[in-house]
Protein backbone atom coordinates (compact mmCIF):
# COMPACT_ATOMS: atom_id res chain seq x y z
CA UNK A 1 0.00 0.00 0.00
CA UNK A 2 1.42 3.41 -1.18
CA UNK A 3 1.44 5.63 1.59
CA UNK A 4 -0.35 8.58 0.09
CA UNK A 5 0.78 11.04 3.65
CA UNK A 6 4.41 10.80 4.11
CA UNK A 7 5.77 13.18 0.86
CA UNK A 8 9.14 12.27 1.63
CA UNK A 9 8.50 7.93 1.37
CA UNK A 10 6.14 8.37 -1.30
CA UNK A 11 8.90 6.35 -4.44
CA UNK A 12 9.56 8.98 -7.16
CA UNK A 13 7.38 7.24 -10.50
CA UNK A 14 4.02 7.50 -7.97
CA UNK A 15 4.91 11.35 -6.83
CA UNK A 16 5.45 12.40 -9.97
CA UNK A 17 2.45 11.03 -11.37
CA UNK A 18 0.83 12.50 -8.61
CA UNK A 19 2.75 16.23 -9.27
CA UNK A 20 1.16 15.78 -13.07
CA UNK A 21 -2.08 14.99 -11.62
CA UNK A 22 -1.70 18.23 -9.17
CA UNK A 23 -0.93 20.33 -11.93
CA UNK A 24 -4.38 19.51 -14.03
CA UNK A 25 -6.80 18.65 -11.25
CA UNK A 26 -5.68 22.41 -9.83
CA UNK A 27 -6.64 23.72 -12.93
CA UNK A 28 -10.12 22.26 -13.30
CA UNK A 29 -10.80 23.22 -9.30
CA UNK A 30 -10.28 26.52 -10.18
CA UNK A 31 -13.07 26.87 -12.29
CA UNK A 32 -16.58 27.63 -10.68
CA UNK A 33 -18.10 25.38 -12.97
CA UNK A 34 -15.88 22.85 -15.17
CA UNK A 35 -16.86 21.91 -18.70
CA UNK A 36 -17.38 19.05 -20.29
CA UNK A 37 -14.61 19.41 -22.71
CA UNK A 38 -12.08 20.22 -19.93
CA UNK A 39 -12.98 17.48 -17.96
CA UNK A 40 -12.72 15.10 -20.78
CA UNK A 41 -9.64 16.71 -22.02
CA UNK A 42 -7.99 15.94 -18.69
CA UNK A 43 -9.26 12.51 -18.76
CA UNK A 44 -7.31 11.89 -21.67
CA UNK A 45 -4.11 14.07 -20.21
CA UNK A 46 -4.34 11.84 -17.61
CA UNK A 47 -5.26 8.77 -18.51
CA UNK A 48 -7.46 7.57 -16.58
CA UNK A 49 -11.37 7.15 -16.87
CA UNK A 50 -13.94 9.61 -15.91
CA UNK A 51 -15.38 7.83 -12.67
CA UNK A 52 -11.50 8.01 -11.40
CA UNK A 53 -11.50 11.71 -12.21
CA UNK A 54 -14.46 12.16 -9.82
CA UNK A 55 -12.78 10.49 -7.15
CA UNK A 56 -9.48 12.63 -7.83
CA UNK A 57 -11.18 16.04 -8.17
CA UNK A 58 -12.99 15.22 -4.78
CA UNK A 59 -9.84 14.33 -2.48
CA UNK A 60 -7.97 17.34 -3.64
CA UNK A 61 -11.05 19.47 -2.85
CA UNK A 62 -10.35 18.00 0.76
CA UNK A 63 -7.83 18.72 0.78
CA UNK A 64 -5.52 20.84 -1.81
CA UNK A 65 -2.12 18.74 -2.28
CA UNK A 66 0.02 16.61 -4.46
CA UNK A 67 -0.21 13.70 -1.64
CA UNK A 68 -3.86 13.39 -1.69
CA UNK A 69 -3.06 12.38 -5.37
CA UNK A 70 -0.91 9.54 -5.17
CA UNK A 71 -2.46 6.14 -5.75
CA UNK A 72 -3.59 3.72 -3.16
CA UNK A 73 -5.15 0.87 -5.28
CA UNK A 74 -3.14 -2.18 -3.59
CA UNK A 75 -0.35 -4.52 -5.50
CA UNK A 76 2.81 -2.61 -6.81
CA UNK A 77 2.31 0.93 -7.70
CA UNK A 78 4.28 2.36 -10.41
CA UNK A 79 7.51 2.97 -9.41
CA UNK A 80 7.84 1.29 -6.15
CA UNK A 81 11.16 -1.44 -5.59
CA UNK A 82 10.73 -4.63 -4.41
CA UNK A 83 14.39 -5.38 -3.94
CA UNK A 84 15.87 -5.34 -0.67
CA UNK A 85 17.86 -2.86 0.66
CA UNK A 86 21.02 -4.55 0.67
CA UNK A 87 21.14 -5.29 -3.09
CA UNK A 88 19.30 -1.88 -3.68
CA UNK A 89 22.45 -0.36 -1.98
CA UNK A 90 24.66 -2.24 -4.64
CA UNK A 91 22.39 -1.53 -7.72
CA UNK A 92 22.82 1.98 -6.63
CA UNK A 93 26.45 2.20 -6.21
CA UNK A 94 27.01 0.36 -9.89
CA UNK A 95 25.17 3.03 -11.32
CA UNK A 96 27.38 5.58 -9.82
CA UNK A 97 30.75 4.25 -9.75
CA UNK A 98 30.86 2.15 -13.02
CA UNK A 99 27.44 2.98 -14.93
CA UNK A 100 28.19 7.15 -14.80
CA UNK A 101 32.04 7.26 -16.79
CA UNK A 102 33.26 8.74 -19.60
CA UNK A 103 33.68 5.01 -20.95
CA UNK A 104 30.24 4.96 -21.33
CA UNK A 105 29.39 1.36 -20.28
CA UNK A 106 26.25 -0.10 -21.71
CA UNK A 107 23.53 -1.67 -19.59
CA UNK A 108 24.61 -5.25 -20.06
CA UNK A 109 28.29 -4.43 -18.73
CA UNK A 110 26.65 -2.80 -15.37
CA UNK A 111 24.53 -5.89 -15.27
CA UNK A 112 27.62 -8.02 -14.94
CA UNK A 113 29.38 -5.40 -12.86
CA UNK A 114 26.25 -5.42 -10.78
CA UNK A 115 26.47 -9.25 -10.61
CA UNK A 116 29.95 -9.59 -9.58
CA UNK A 117 29.48 -7.41 -6.40
CA UNK A 118 26.50 -9.26 -5.16
CA UNK A 119 27.98 -12.47 -5.91
CA UNK A 120 31.30 -11.41 -3.48
CA UNK A 121 28.48 -10.55 -0.92
CA UNK A 122 26.49 -13.84 -1.33
CA UNK A 123 23.55 -11.62 -2.41
CA UNK A 124 20.88 -12.58 -5.28
CA UNK A 125 21.49 -10.54 -8.18
CA UNK A 126 18.86 -8.34 -9.81
CA UNK A 127 17.52 -9.01 -13.43
CA UNK A 128 18.87 -6.99 -16.48
CA UNK A 129 15.36 -5.50 -17.10
CA UNK A 130 15.33 -4.35 -13.43
CA UNK A 131 18.52 -2.68 -13.88
CA UNK A 132 17.34 -0.84 -16.94
CA UNK A 133 14.62 0.49 -14.68
CA UNK A 134 17.00 1.60 -11.95
CA UNK A 135 19.08 3.47 -14.65
CA UNK A 136 15.81 5.23 -16.70
CA UNK A 137 14.76 6.60 -13.35
CA UNK A 138 17.80 8.54 -12.84
CA UNK A 139 18.08 11.98 -13.83
CA UNK A 140 18.89 12.13 -17.91
CA UNK A 141 20.92 14.96 -17.62
CA UNK A 142 22.96 13.61 -14.77
CA UNK A 143 23.53 10.80 -16.68
CA UNK A 144 24.98 12.58 -19.51
CA UNK A 145 27.06 14.84 -18.18
CA UNK A 146 28.72 11.87 -16.04
CA UNK A 147 29.05 9.43 -19.11
CA UNK A 148 29.63 12.29 -22.22
CA UNK A 149 30.47 15.71 -20.18
CA UNK A 150 28.79 19.11 -19.15
CA UNK A 151 28.68 20.61 -22.96
CA UNK A 152 26.81 17.71 -24.32
CA UNK A 153 24.14 17.76 -21.89
CA UNK A 154 23.59 21.26 -21.65
CA UNK A 155 22.59 20.95 -25.34
CA UNK A 156 21.07 18.18 -25.44
CA UNK A 157 18.84 18.45 -22.16
CA UNK A 158 18.64 22.36 -21.53
CA UNK A 159 15.58 24.04 -22.41
CA UNK A 160 15.25 26.65 -25.04
CA UNK A 161 12.17 28.70 -23.70
CA UNK A 162 11.10 32.12 -26.14
CA UNK A 163 11.16 35.46 -24.48
CA UNK A 164 11.26 35.74 -20.79
CA UNK A 165 7.51 37.65 -20.55
CA UNK A 166 6.32 37.23 -17.06
CA UNK A 167 2.74 39.49 -16.21
CA UNK A 168 1.80 37.31 -13.28
CA UNK A 169 2.03 38.35 -9.86
CA UNK A 170 4.18 35.36 -8.06
CA UNK A 171 4.04 33.65 -11.96
CA UNK A 172 7.86 33.21 -11.16
CA UNK A 173 9.84 33.97 -8.05
CA UNK A 174 13.63 33.69 -8.04
CA UNK A 175 15.73 33.29 -4.89
CA UNK A 176 19.61 33.71 -4.18
CA UNK A 177 21.96 34.10 -1.47
CA UNK A 178 24.49 36.49 -0.68
CA UNK A 179 27.12 37.60 1.97
CA UNK A 180 25.96 40.83 3.14
CA UNK A 181 29.06 43.85 2.95
CA UNK A 182 28.57 44.65 6.54
CA UNK A 183 29.81 43.07 9.80
CA UNK A 184 27.26 43.12 12.90
CA UNK A 185 28.02 43.22 16.36
CA UNK A 186 26.65 40.83 19.13
CA UNK A 187 23.47 42.18 21.08
CA UNK A 188 24.94 41.65 24.73
CA UNK A 189 28.74 43.58 24.08
CA UNK A 190 28.00 44.51 20.84
CA UNK A 191 31.83 44.04 19.77
CA UNK A 192 32.48 42.09 16.20
CA UNK A 193 31.32 39.08 15.11
CA UNK A 194 30.93 38.53 11.21
CA UNK A 195 29.48 39.32 7.86
CA UNK A 196 25.48 37.99 7.86
CA UNK A 197 23.76 35.75 4.82
CA UNK A 198 20.95 37.37 3.47
CA UNK A 199 18.76 34.93 1.47
CA UNK A 200 16.31 36.58 -1.26
CA UNK A 201 13.25 36.80 -3.31
CA UNK A 202 12.32 38.67 -5.77
CA UNK A 203 8.64 38.47 -7.86
CA UNK A 204 9.82 38.51 -11.60
CA UNK A 205 6.75 39.98 -13.01
CA UNK A 206 6.32 43.00 -10.20
CA UNK A 207 10.28 43.15 -9.04
CA UNK A 208 8.83 43.59 -5.43
CA UNK A 209 10.52 41.78 -3.43
CA UNK A 210 8.75 38.20 -2.38
CA UNK A 211 10.75 37.61 0.98
CA UNK A 212 14.03 37.69 2.55
CA UNK A 213 15.69 35.49 5.50
CA UNK A 214 18.92 36.85 7.47
CA UNK A 215 20.60 34.81 9.42
CA UNK A 216 24.49 33.94 10.72
CA UNK A 217 24.81 30.38 9.32
CA UNK A 218 25.99 29.67 5.48
CA UNK A 219 23.22 28.88 3.26
CA UNK A 220 21.37 25.81 3.95
CA UNK A 221 18.11 23.92 3.19
CA UNK A 222 16.86 25.86 6.31
CA UNK A 223 17.80 29.26 5.43
CA UNK A 224 15.73 28.52 1.83
CA UNK A 225 12.78 27.03 3.62
CA UNK A 226 12.75 30.25 5.90
CA UNK A 227 12.84 32.61 3.38
CA UNK A 228 10.38 30.51 1.52
CA UNK A 229 8.02 30.69 4.35
CA UNK A 230 8.44 34.52 4.12
CA UNK A 231 7.78 34.76 0.62
CA UNK A 232 4.44 32.67 1.44
CA UNK A 233 3.40 34.14 4.36
CA UNK A 234 1.45 37.72 4.77
CA UNK A 235 3.73 40.35 5.97
CA UNK A 236 1.13 42.52 7.97
CA UNK A 237 2.12 41.08 11.27
CA UNK A 238 6.11 40.77 10.87
CA UNK A 239 6.10 44.40 10.24
CA UNK A 240 3.83 45.48 12.73
CA UNK A 241 6.12 43.56 14.99
CA UNK A 242 9.39 45.54 13.22
CA UNK A 243 7.40 48.74 14.00
CA UNK A 244 7.51 49.10 10.57
CA UNK A 245 4.18 51.46 8.89
CA UNK A 246 4.46 50.34 5.14
CA UNK A 247 2.60 48.21 2.65
CA UNK A 248 4.06 44.77 1.55
CA UNK A 249 0.92 43.22 0.23
CA UNK A 250 3.16 40.12 -1.50
CA UNK A 251 1.66 36.52 -0.11
CA UNK A 252 0.53 33.48 -1.24
CA UNK A 253 2.12 30.33 -2.94
CA UNK A 254 4.40 31.18 -5.74
CA UNK A 255 3.70 28.58 -9.45
CA UNK A 256 7.22 28.94 -9.92
CA UNK A 257 10.40 29.03 -7.82
CA UNK A 258 13.83 30.02 -10.08
CA UNK A 259 16.53 28.79 -8.01
CA UNK A 260 20.59 27.94 -9.32
CA UNK A 261 21.98 24.06 -8.82
CA UNK A 262 23.46 25.33 -5.21
CA UNK A 263 22.71 21.57 -3.06
CA UNK A 264 20.72 23.32 -0.72
CA UNK A 265 17.89 23.77 -3.32
CA UNK A 266 18.49 20.33 -4.54
CA UNK A 267 17.38 18.22 -1.22
CA UNK A 268 14.25 16.06 -1.25
CA UNK A 269 12.47 17.64 1.74
CA UNK A 270 12.89 20.73 -0.61
CA UNK A 271 11.90 19.21 -3.38
CA UNK A 272 8.99 17.48 -2.38
CA UNK A 273 7.65 20.39 -0.04
CA UNK A 274 7.38 22.74 -3.12
CA UNK A 275 5.80 19.97 -5.65
CA UNK A 276 3.81 18.99 -1.98
CA UNK A 277 1.96 22.15 -2.25
CA UNK A 278 1.96 23.00 -6.12
CA UNK A 279 4.88 24.90 -6.45
CA UNK A 280 7.23 23.95 -9.41
CA UNK A 281 11.06 23.92 -9.13
CA UNK A 282 13.13 25.21 -11.82
CA UNK A 283 17.30 24.92 -12.06
CA UNK A 284 19.40 27.73 -13.98
CA UNK A 285 21.10 25.56 -16.61
CA UNK A 286 24.92 25.60 -15.70
CA UNK A 287 26.42 28.47 -17.73
CA UNK A 288 23.43 30.52 -18.18
CA UNK A 289 23.41 33.46 -15.63
CA UNK A 290 21.09 35.62 -17.12
CA UNK A 291 18.62 32.82 -15.75
CA UNK A 292 18.83 34.53 -12.63
CA UNK A 293 19.92 38.08 -13.91
CA UNK A 294 16.33 39.55 -11.83
CA UNK A 295 17.57 39.03 -8.09
CA UNK A 296 20.82 39.39 -9.02
CA UNK A 297 20.25 42.97 -9.73
CA UNK A 298 18.24 43.50 -6.63
CA UNK A 299 21.15 41.88 -4.48
CA UNK A 300 23.49 44.68 -6.18
CA UNK A 301 20.48 47.58 -5.96
CA UNK A 302 20.45 45.88 -1.78
CA UNK A 303 24.25 45.81 -1.24
CA UNK A 304 24.89 48.68 -2.92
CA UNK A 305 22.12 50.71 0.16
CA UNK A 306 24.76 48.45 2.77
CA UNK A 307 27.52 50.16 1.98
CA UNK A 308 26.09 53.21 3.41
CA UNK A 309 26.12 51.34 6.78
CA UNK A 310 28.53 51.57 9.48
CA UNK A 311 31.05 48.35 9.81
CA UNK A 312 30.54 48.58 5.93
CA UNK A 313 33.07 45.95 4.05
CA UNK A 314 31.75 47.78 0.84
CA UNK A 315 32.19 44.92 -2.96
CA UNK A 316 35.93 45.27 -2.66
CA UNK A 317 39.24 45.93 -1.26
CA UNK A 318 39.48 48.80 -3.30
CA UNK A 319 36.72 50.22 -2.78
CA UNK A 320 37.00 49.88 1.05
CA UNK A 321 40.52 51.66 1.31
CA UNK A 322 41.53 52.30 4.46
CA UNK A 323 38.25 52.23 6.15
CA UNK A 324 38.31 49.85 9.42
CA UNK A 325 35.14 48.09 8.77
CA UNK A 326 35.52 45.63 12.17
CA UNK A 327 35.87 48.70 14.57
CA UNK A 328 33.30 50.57 12.69
CA UNK A 329 30.89 47.59 13.08
CA UNK A 330 27.81 49.09 15.19
CA UNK A 331 24.87 47.30 13.78
CA UNK A 332 23.05 43.83 16.02
CA UNK A 333 21.26 41.19 13.54
CA UNK A 334 18.55 42.46 14.26
CA UNK A 335 19.09 46.06 13.83
CA UNK A 336 20.06 44.99 10.23
CA UNK A 337 16.81 42.61 9.33
CA UNK A 338 14.49 46.03 10.00
CA UNK A 339 16.97 48.51 8.80
CA UNK A 340 16.56 45.41 5.26
CA UNK A 341 12.53 45.71 6.22
CA UNK A 342 12.47 49.63 5.78
CA UNK A 343 15.15 49.80 3.05
CA UNK A 344 12.67 47.26 0.88
CA UNK A 345 9.62 49.15 1.72
CA UNK A 346 11.37 52.28 0.62
CA UNK A 347 12.82 50.36 -2.87
CA UNK A 348 8.64 49.68 -3.12
CA UNK A 349 7.38 52.83 -3.34
CA UNK A 350 10.53 54.15 -5.60
CA UNK A 351 10.25 54.75 -9.23
CA UNK A 352 11.79 51.89 -10.48
CA UNK A 353 14.45 52.53 -13.48
CA UNK A 354 13.05 49.67 -15.77
CA UNK A 355 9.32 49.38 -15.46
CA UNK A 356 9.28 53.13 -15.18
CA UNK A 357 6.70 52.94 -12.13
CA UNK A 358 7.03 51.82 -8.09
CA UNK A 359 7.04 47.92 -7.82
CA UNK A 360 4.50 48.44 -5.51
CA UNK A 361 2.40 50.08 -7.94
CA UNK A 362 3.13 47.13 -10.61
CA UNK A 363 2.64 44.53 -8.07
CA UNK A 364 -1.26 45.66 -8.32
CA UNK A 365 -0.99 45.42 -11.91
CA UNK A 366 0.31 41.71 -12.16
CA UNK A 367 -2.13 40.95 -9.30
CA UNK A 368 -5.21 41.92 -11.26
CA UNK A 369 -3.67 40.45 -14.32
CA UNK A 370 -4.30 36.57 -12.62
CA UNK A 371 -7.08 34.66 -13.46
CA UNK A 372 -7.33 32.91 -10.38
CA UNK A 373 -6.31 34.64 -7.03
CA UNK A 374 -3.22 33.58 -4.79
CA UNK A 375 -3.55 30.52 -2.89
CA UNK A 376 -2.45 30.68 0.54
CA UNK A 377 -1.63 26.71 2.56
CA UNK A 378 -3.75 24.27 3.10
CA UNK A 379 -2.17 24.04 6.50
CA UNK A 380 0.01 26.92 7.53
CA UNK A 381 1.94 24.94 10.21
CA UNK A 382 2.43 22.06 8.22
CA UNK A 383 3.68 23.93 5.25
CA UNK A 384 6.62 24.67 7.41
CA UNK A 385 6.61 20.88 8.64
CA UNK A 386 6.83 19.73 4.81
CA UNK A 387 10.60 21.50 4.22
CA UNK A 388 12.08 20.47 7.33
CA UNK A 389 14.65 17.52 6.99
CA UNK A 390 13.48 14.49 8.12
CA UNK A 391 14.50 11.00 8.72
CA UNK A 392 12.73 7.29 8.82
CA UNK A 393 12.47 5.92 12.67
CA UNK A 394 10.56 2.89 14.37
CA UNK A 395 9.40 3.73 17.63
CA UNK A 396 10.62 1.37 20.49
CA UNK A 397 8.85 0.41 23.56
CA UNK A 398 10.83 3.52 25.19
CA UNK A 399 10.22 6.22 22.08
CA UNK A 400 11.86 7.72 18.97
CA UNK A 401 15.80 7.65 19.30
CA UNK A 402 17.53 10.52 17.18
CA UNK A 403 21.19 11.19 16.79
CA UNK A 404 21.70 9.65 20.13
CA UNK A 405 18.47 11.65 21.66
CA UNK A 406 15.38 9.94 23.43
CA UNK A 407 11.79 11.73 22.26
CA UNK A 408 8.95 10.57 23.91
CA UNK A 409 4.59 11.52 24.10
CA UNK A 410 1.59 9.47 24.60
CA UNK A 411 0.63 9.67 21.57
CA UNK A 412 3.51 7.40 20.82
CA UNK A 413 2.01 4.39 22.62
CA UNK A 414 -0.20 3.44 19.82
CA UNK A 415 2.74 2.49 17.60
CA UNK A 416 5.65 1.37 20.16
CA UNK A 417 6.98 -2.02 19.37
CA UNK A 418 5.49 -2.31 16.18
CA UNK A 419 8.12 -4.14 14.32
CA UNK A 420 7.97 -3.00 10.35
CA UNK A 421 6.56 0.07 10.99
CA UNK A 422 9.10 3.21 10.57
CA UNK A 423 7.10 6.89 11.26
CA UNK A 424 8.86 9.77 9.54
CA UNK A 425 10.34 12.51 12.08
CA UNK A 426 11.22 15.62 10.67
CA UNK A 427 13.35 17.89 12.87
CA UNK A 428 14.49 21.96 12.44
CA UNK A 429 18.43 22.21 13.46
CA UNK A 430 17.66 25.33 15.40
CA UNK A 431 16.15 23.53 18.65
CA UNK A 432 16.11 19.29 18.88
CA UNK A 433 14.31 19.57 21.90
CA UNK A 434 11.19 19.18 19.38
CA UNK A 435 10.27 16.67 16.61
CA UNK A 436 7.61 16.37 14.57
CA UNK A 437 5.88 12.99 14.05
CA UNK A 438 3.78 12.11 11.26
CA UNK A 439 1.14 9.47 12.00
CA UNK A 440 0.05 6.61 10.10
CA UNK A 441 -3.08 8.68 9.59
CA UNK A 442 -0.91 11.85 8.20
CA UNK A 443 -1.50 13.66 11.11
CA UNK A 444 1.83 15.67 12.58
CA UNK A 445 2.30 15.12 16.38
CA UNK A 446 5.11 17.68 18.03
CA UNK A 447 7.47 15.18 20.45
CA UNK A 448 9.76 16.05 23.05
CA UNK A 449 12.33 14.77 24.56
CA UNK A 450 11.49 12.29 26.73
CA UNK A 451 13.61 13.79 29.92
CA UNK A 452 11.66 17.52 29.90
CA UNK A 453 14.72 18.31 32.47
CA UNK A 454 17.09 18.97 29.19
CA UNK A 455 17.28 22.30 27.57
CA UNK A 456 17.00 23.28 24.18
CA UNK A 457 19.88 22.50 22.46
CA UNK A 458 20.69 22.99 18.89
CA UNK A 459 22.23 20.73 16.22
CA UNK A 460 25.43 22.41 15.53
CA UNK A 461 25.88 21.84 19.40
CA UNK A 462 24.90 18.28 19.95
CA UNK A 463 27.50 17.99 16.66
CA UNK A 464 30.20 19.28 18.80
CA UNK A 465 29.18 17.64 22.13
CA UNK A 466 29.76 14.58 19.74
CA UNK A 467 33.06 15.44 18.22
CA UNK A 468 34.15 16.14 22.11
CA UNK A 469 33.05 12.76 23.38
CA UNK A 470 34.36 10.76 20.00
CA UNK A 471 37.65 12.20 20.95
CA UNK A 472 37.59 11.52 24.90
CA UNK A 473 36.45 7.31 23.61
CA UNK A 474 33.34 7.66 25.24
CA UNK A 475 29.92 6.54 23.96
CA UNK A 476 28.32 8.28 21.25
CA UNK A 477 24.82 7.34 22.15
CA UNK A 478 24.68 8.33 26.02
CA UNK A 479 22.34 11.07 26.39
CA UNK A 480 23.41 12.32 29.68
CA UNK A 481 26.77 12.54 28.70
CA UNK A 482 25.69 14.52 25.32
CA UNK A 483 24.01 17.06 27.77
CA UNK A 484 26.93 17.29 30.10
CA UNK A 485 29.01 18.16 27.11
CA UNK A 486 27.35 20.35 25.67
CA UNK A 487 26.63 22.63 29.12
CA UNK A 488 30.51 22.59 30.10
CA UNK A 489 30.97 24.20 26.10
CA UNK A 490 28.08 26.98 27.15
CA UNK A 491 29.96 27.61 30.44
CA UNK A 492 33.23 27.79 28.52
CA UNK A 493 31.95 29.96 25.49
CA UNK A 494 29.70 31.93 28.30
CA UNK A 495 33.30 32.81 29.97
CA UNK A 496 35.25 33.69 27.26
CA UNK A 497 32.03 35.53 24.82
CA UNK A 498 33.53 39.21 25.93
CA UNK A 499 37.07 38.25 24.42
CA UNK A 500 36.87 36.36 21.52
CA UNK A 501 35.07 36.93 18.23
CA UNK A 502 34.39 33.26 17.99
CA UNK A 503 32.92 32.27 21.23
CA UNK A 504 30.33 35.83 20.70
CA UNK A 505 29.25 34.35 16.98
CA UNK A 506 28.80 31.05 18.64
CA UNK A 507 26.77 32.29 21.78
CA UNK A 508 24.55 34.42 19.10
CA UNK A 509 23.85 31.51 16.65
CA UNK A 510 22.74 29.92 19.50
CA UNK A 511 20.68 32.04 21.01
CA UNK A 512 19.08 33.62 17.87
CA UNK A 513 18.17 29.84 16.93
CA UNK A 514 16.87 28.95 19.97
CA UNK A 515 14.72 32.17 20.09
CA UNK A 516 13.24 32.01 16.07
CA UNK A 517 11.64 28.42 17.21
CA UNK A 518 10.30 29.76 20.46
CA UNK A 519 8.42 31.89 18.32
CA UNK A 520 7.50 29.26 15.69
CA UNK A 521 5.83 27.21 18.57
CA UNK A 522 3.80 30.19 20.29
CA UNK A 523 2.30 30.73 16.53
CA UNK A 524 2.14 27.42 16.33
CA UNK A 525 -0.16 26.85 19.35
CA UNK A 526 -3.66 27.10 17.28
CA UNK A 527 -2.43 24.16 15.37
CA UNK A 528 -1.08 21.62 17.44
CA UNK A 529 -2.87 18.49 16.44
CA UNK A 530 -4.57 16.62 19.54
CA UNK A 531 -4.31 12.57 19.70
CA UNK A 532 -7.21 11.23 17.28
CA UNK A 533 -9.64 9.97 20.18
CA UNK A 534 -11.15 7.30 17.61
CA UNK A 535 -7.93 5.99 16.72
CA UNK A 536 -7.63 5.72 21.07
CA UNK A 537 -10.57 4.19 21.12
CA UNK A 538 -10.42 1.32 18.20
CA UNK A 539 -6.55 0.62 19.56
CA UNK A 540 -6.91 -2.90 20.70
CA UNK A 541 -4.21 -2.04 22.68
CA UNK A 542 -1.03 -4.04 24.35
CA UNK A 543 -0.51 -7.16 26.81
CA UNK A 544 -0.34 -6.51 30.48
CA UNK A 545 1.78 -9.64 32.08
CA UNK A 546 0.25 -10.34 35.79
CA UNK A 547 2.27 -11.08 38.54
CA UNK A 548 1.17 -13.39 41.42
Excluded at 460 to 477: C, F, K, N, V, Y
Amino acid sequence: MVDRLDITAAADGAWEQAVQREAVIRRLTNQQRISRSDFLAACRELGVKRSRLYELIRAYRARPLTSSLLASSTGTQMGSRRLPDEIEAVVSEAIDQFFKSPQKPSINALHMEVRRRCRAKELKAPCWSTLRKRVMARDPAELTAAREGAKVARKRHRPVPGSYQIERAYEVVQIDHTLVDVIVVDRIHRKPLQRPWLTLAIDVASRMVAGFYLTLEPPSALSVSLAIQHVVQPKGDWLDALGIDAAWPSAGLPEIIHVDNAKEFRSKAMKRGAEEHGISLQYRPIGSPHYGGHIERLIGTMMGAVHLLPGSTFSSVKDRGDYDSVSNSAMTLDELERWLALEITRYHAECHRILGIPPLATWHEAHARRDVPLRMPHDPEGFRIDFLSSEQRMVRRDGIHLFGLRYWDDILSLWAGQQGRRLRVSYDPRDLSTVFVRGPDGQRYPVRFADLRHPPITLSEHRRAQTILRERGRSLEDEDLIFEVIEEQRALVEAASSRTREARRTTERRERALHCTANDEIEAEDHVPEADESALRSHPGFEVEEWS
